[in-house]
């Protein structure tokens, strides 16, 4: 099976993280690509000094999408979704946990032909850090969950790193603002039929006081959400099962632009200006 033309559009939704979105950056832009990326960040409304450092960084080829106040995670990530240029996504939190280093493996599946969809899998105990108990085995027992009602074999539902077609994102109904739009998004992949390839990643947990923002609330959270779609009458459709693949061209365009959306992502419809990064 021959390589495939892929164009990753990397979405960072950005809140409040003045410490560690100058390095996070700089990490995205320093890997070396296999195929064209962009890097989109979408400031959520931040109040500390994050807008004036990514304003700053605009230069250096990243796309900034700009929230006016904060809306949630789920809605940032849409907003950069709704920007987006490329035929594939991945969502990368600033907050220095996950590695772009990770992203090259991640993306070796698809240019070869073997997957469409990877998650980028945590495996406990193997280059990772959890600064809490609590949190491995909550994530643990969620994934356990949503195996058991989609019928999944899924080993790190909740890892941020998943890498899918933008198509597939935009045909799906995410409504979920807030850190619940990774399990919506997860449950109706797998709900539609996905079951995404997986390569290990490595992860540095933060703990709350360094500024890790879920809690406990989150975890009902996404047990509800798992039920709800779970219970719903029909799968969504998913879209890019019906697109034409083409060869893959390894090339890189270097286009800096600046993007600001006050509250409302803008859809690009057939934009087909050059990726940036």
Request: glycine share 8%.
């Amino acid at each position: 099976m021959g390589e495939v033309m892929v164009h990753l559009s990397i979405v960072m939704p950005v809140y409040n993280e003045s410490r560690t979105i100058r390095a996070a950056i700089e990490r995205v832009l320093a890997v070396d690509y296999p195929c064209p990326v962009e890097l989109i960040v979408v400031d959520d409304g931040s109040t500390d000094a994050t807008l004036p450092v990514l304003r700053e960084l605009v230069g250096r080829g990243l796309r900034l999408v700009v929230h006016a106040r904060n809306l949630g995670k789920g809605a940032a990530v849409r907003s950069g979704v709704a920007e987006a240029r490329g035929s594939h996504m991945i969502i990368l939190d600033a907050d220095l946990e996950y590695s772009p280093d990770d992203i090259p493996a991640m993306l070796d599946p698809v240019l070869r032909g073997r997957a469409d969809h990877v998650f980028g899998s945590r495996v406990f105990g193997v280059n990772t850090r959890y600064q809490s108990f609590r949190f491995a085995v909550g994530g643990r027992a969620l994934t356990l969950a949503a195996n058991v009602l989609y019928d999944s074999c899924l080993t790190d539902m909740h890892t941020c790193l998943k890498l899918l077609p933008v198509a597939d994102f935009r045909a799906l109904t995410l409504s979920e603002d807030g850190f619940g739009l990774d399990t919506e998004l997860t449950a109706r992949l797998i709900r539609g039929g996905v079951r995404p390839y997986e390569v290990p990643v490595s992860y540095d947990g933060r703990s709350v006081a360094e500024g890790k923002k879920i809690n406990w609330r989150d975890g009902l959270r996404c047990l509800s959400i798992l039920t709800r779609v779970r219970a719903e009458r029909r799968p969504q459709p998913l879209s890019y099962a019906t697109t034409t693949r083409t060869p893959h061209v390894a090339a890189v365009v270097v286009t800096p632009v600046a993007v600001e959306v006050e509250q409302a992502p803008r859809s690009l419809g057939g934009d087909e200006r050059p990726l940036a990064i």
